[in-house]
T-cell receptor, first 114, second 115 residues
Framework: QKEVEQNSGPLSVPEGAIASLNCTYS??????FFWYRQYSGKSPELIMS????GDKEDGRFTAQLNKASQYVSLLIRDSQPSDSATYLC??????????????FGSGTRLQVQP | GAVVSQHPSRVICKSGTSVKIECRSL??????MFWYRQFPKKSLMLMAT?????????EQGVEKDKFLINHASLTLSTLTVTSAHPEDSSFYIC???????????FGPGTRLTVL
């Protein structure tokens, strides 16, 4: 079974700190990786995409990918209370239908304490 | 990013009735759209892939006769929950890949409550 694993949390960090969110995936052939933010009762919002090994930075967010270890992470610098949400890791995998589609992890709930 | 809309945002219906949910790509064309379901405190589960001009592709365990999908045009996909039951109550979300990218953009979701 192809899976995406995340620690459900909650991960609690003080305002201004760095939040580190981690994700592992089972499909070694995956090439596309995404981080989404989901506020309670809302749909997911794309934060970052990453396709190559290494780091990708966008503002306060840095995505890190290590395909050999099948590991993706998201760092949030200078965390703000408004960053409090559930962060979903998504990996483009082959589904049972033989087509590629996003498989989501269960999400990590982040709480930023003022 | 690309904008995807959904209608209605919230629907309450009686058991046994059918409910139609629309998903539209507002500023781009989408030959493929995806339908997800999310139960409380759970992650998104892909139900089916909607394909313009051909039949939808359903994931394992999803009843195609119960969840009817029609991709009527390059900007519209619909999901009809037929003979809805309380266990179908969930948050239904559609997505579409942005133009020239494989990044998925999500609609705002439809909260279905079946009484």
């Amino acid at each position: 079974q192809k899976e995406v694993e995340q620690n459900s949390g909650p991960l609690s960090v003080p305002e201004g700190a760095i939040a580190s969110l981690n994700c592992t995936y089972s499909d070694r052939g995956s090439q596309s990786f995404f981080w989404y933010r989901q506020y309670s009762g809302k749909s997911p919002e794309l934060i970052m995409s990453i396709y190559s090994n290494g780091d990708k930075e966008d503002g306060r967010f840095t995505a890190q990918l290590n395909k050999a270890s099948q590991y993706v992470s998201l760092l949030i610098r200078d965390s703000q209370p408004s960053d409090s949400a559930t962060y979903l890791c998504a990996v483009n995998m082959f589904m049972d239908t033989g087509r590629r589609a996003l498989t989501f992890g269960s999400g990590t709930r982040l709480q930023v304490q003022p | 990013g690309a904008v995807v809309s959904q209608h209605p945002s919230r629907v309450i219906c009686k058991s046994g009735t059918s409910v139609k949910i629309e998903c539209r790509s507002l500023d781009f064309q989408a030959t493929t759209m995806f339908w997800y379901r999310q139960f409380p405190k759970k992650s998104l589960m892909l139900m089916a892939t909607s394909n313009e001009g051909s039949k939808a592709t359903y994931e394992q365990g999803v009843e195609k006769d119960k969840f009817l999908i029609n991709h009527a045009s390059l900007t519209l996909s619909t999901l009809t929950v037929t003979s809805a039951h309380p266990e179908d109550s969930s948050f239904y979300i559609c997505s579409a890949p942005g133009p020239g990218t494989n990044e998925q953009f999500f609609g705002p979701g439809t909260r279905l409550t079946v009484l």
